[in-house]
């Protein structure tokens, strides 16, 4: 039996108008908006349904089989029916470098109930659905469309922050050309935001790449999309590196022994190390790891990934992990917790998953790193006391060369004085609550 929507919209002859030159006051001032949006009620869904999805959009096919967006679509509403389209006016290239030509037709809502309706296991029979209201958004640009898609779908409107890296995923590319593929189940569930906030922010703070502290201008962009352009240069910076760590990541995996490389403040630390080593010069994960620095690679390959906890299902694992994680950094030695003693309950072990813990255990890994990459593994040395001085010394020295090309660009000058003026950059006292630490 057919499901038919009763609607006065249906009524409208001709069934298509037209929006322009649509001028509206907000508080902070006049804005004008030219871009051409047109209504339209599509009696052909099909032809919806075969158009490509948002570039950037987030895994629809991995979202659609969660239980609650499978309960939200697996019931037909007459707001299901509205859907948005974004299409090109003119020519344009992506940032990956693709070319779309004017007329190219994206998805931008949509994506997740679609996905959902062609399961051939969904109560919703796609035949039933007889008409479509489209709301077609016209822009010049793939910029402009992109602007429009994450002010229907930004955090604000429940696109959760795994989302939008697994949506920055999609430009990224291989040496050959090809789609990235992650190896690690956390790099491809997007599972890295404080690992890359820590990593960018230790490293950059003169790229202004915290997502923490991104703020909006009030005017032209909303803190999420100011966030995603933050999300999306961390992953630039750190291209290649977030690569090799994916690829230790899935090593461990492969042996069941990932806990302690899945570590954000180890990860982060890693990152950094691998950096400065010299990761963004090679062209593949092989090339960098065939010469990376042999200390360091002997540390992961023969301490971290072999690392097991004895009691898995031991309620104080997590302590386990934040006294041993640093132990065997600082000591080189597998630490067996098969003895219960009270000693590894130490006051000062600090939670590395909250934003309390996880910059001290950045700092004290990294330090180990360091030591072990100029020392070798079993480098017993006493641990660094004032860790937080020591990995300012070492970002200086690593990174003057960086901020010198940074800063002798006239467009990252401009871009910094902007930032200070509109807002971008944070007040002393951030938000310590934020949405970052959410894949802790």
């Known amino acids: 039996m057919g499901y038919t929507i009763s609607n006065s919209l249906t009524q409208y002859k001709p069934n298509l108008c037209i929006v322009q030159n649509v001028e509206y006051r907000a508080n902070k001032g006049q804005y004008n908006m030219n871009d051409e949006i047109t209504f339209m009620i599509d009696k052909n869904p099909l032809r919806f349904f075969e158009l490509a999805e948002w570039l950037t959009n987030r895994d629809s096919q991995s979202r659609a089989k969660t239980p609650n967006i499978k309960s939200v679509f697996n019931h037909l509403y007459p707001d299901h029916l509205i859907v948005m389209e974004g299409i090109l006016t003119e020519d344009d290239e992506w940032i990956d470098g693709t070319k779309y030509p004017a007329g190219s037709s994206f998805r931008l809502d949509g994506n997740s109930r679609i996905e959902v309706w062609m399961n051939s296991n969904t109560p919703v029979n796609i035949s039933d659905i007889e008409q479509l209201y489209v709301i077609q958004y016209r822009a010049k640009t793939l910029k402009e469309l992109e602007s429009m898609y994450y002010r229907m779908n930004s955090v604000d409107a429940s696109e959760t922050t795994k989302d939008i890296y697994k949506g920055i995923y999609k430009s990224l590319k291989d040496d050959k050309g090809m789609p990235w593929q992650w190896k690690s189940s956390k790099f491809r569930g997007g599972e890295i935001s404080m690992l890359m906030e820590y990593a960018a922010t230790k490293l950059f703070p003169h790229r202004i790449l915290s997502v923490k502290k991104a703020k909006s201008d009030g005017v032209s962009q909303t803190t999420s999309k100011v966030k995603i352009t933050m999300r999306r240069k961390q992953m630039d910076q750190f291209a290649m590196s977030m690569r090799v760590l994916d690829h230790f990541i899935r090593y461990a995996e492969v042996h069941k022994t990932e806990k302690v490389m899945r570590d954000n403040p180890l990860g982060a630390a890693l990152l950094g190390f691998f950096w400065a080593d010299g990761a963004e010069d090679h062209d593949n994960v092989k090339s960098y790891t065939k010469g990376m620095n042999r200390h360091v690679a002997q540390l992961i ?18 302590v386990h992990m934040n006294f041993a994680g640093n132990r065997l950094l600082r000591d080189a030695s597998v630490y067996d917790n098969s003895m219960d003693s009270d000693s590894i309950f130490q006051p000062t072990i600090r939670d590395r998953s909250s934003s309390n ?17 100029n020392s070798g593994l079993y480098n017993r040395a006493a641990p660094v006391v004032d860790t937080e001085k020591m990995i300012d010394k070492w970002v200086a020295k690593v990174t003057a060369d960086d901020q010198l090309d940074f800063f002798s660009n006239p467009v990252n000058q401009r871009m910094v ?24």
């Open 417 to 440: 004085s902007n930032l200070v003026v509109s807002g971008f950059l944070p007040d002393d006292d951030e938000d310590e609550n934020d949405d970052e630490n959410e894949d802790s």
């Open 301 to 318: 390959t023969n301490q971290l990934i072999p690392m097991k906890f004895l009691k898995d299902d031991d309620q104080n694992n997590e």
């Open 357 to 373: 813990g996880a910059g001290p255990a950045y700092n004290a890994a990294l330090c180990d790193i360091l030591k072990i990459a």
